[in-house]
């Protein structure tokens, strides 16, 4: 299993991601290849758990942590969302690696309402957070 502490130990030994250090969520494929961590700087990496390198990594506000990560079920998207009061959708299948895809392919605003947790539930994607009254599927 691979712990909080290990992966701060991996951004240690990765100079220049997660800036902060401040490892504030990670989250592990379905496919059982890759994690994703998150941290305070608003920088999420996806992790090649076969090497330890960094596979992909993106920022969706800089300087704006990310509280929640969630990956699609057949693990090919990763959810994010933060204090910035948006959960984005981010391509992190094979294909988008090897194009270099750096840019969200979906973005939703909360309304003033941090994402604090992400949850997959019958082809939804829940977020939840302070103040949060409405629901929808994305």
């Not at 991996?10 to 991601?17: E, L, Q, R």
């Not at 494929?29 to 090649?48: H, I, K």
């Not at 990763?78 to 270099?100: F, P």
Request: proline share 7%.
């Amino acid at each position: 299993t691979l712990s909080t502490a290990a992966v701060s130990t991996a951004v240690a030994m990765a100079p220049g991601i997660h800036a902060s250090h401040c490892i504030s969520a990670v989250a592990f494929n379905p496919n059982g290849r890759t994690l994703a961590s998150a941290a305070a700087d608003g920088s999420v990496v996806v992790w090649d758990l076969a090497t330890g390198r960094p596979r992909q990594s993106f920022v969706g506000r800089p300087g704006w942590p990310v509280h929640a990560l969630q990956f699609a079920p057949d693990g090919s998207y990763l959810a994010t969302g933060g204090a910035d009061c948006c959960l984005r959708v981010w391509d992190v299948s094979d294909a988008a690696v090897e194009a270099a895809v750096t840019e969200p392919v979906a973005e939703y605003y909360t309304r003033d309402a941090p994402v604090m947790a992400l949850r997959h539930a019958m082809h939804t994607l829940v977020a939840a957070g302070p103040n949060m009254t409405r629901k929808g599927a994305a």
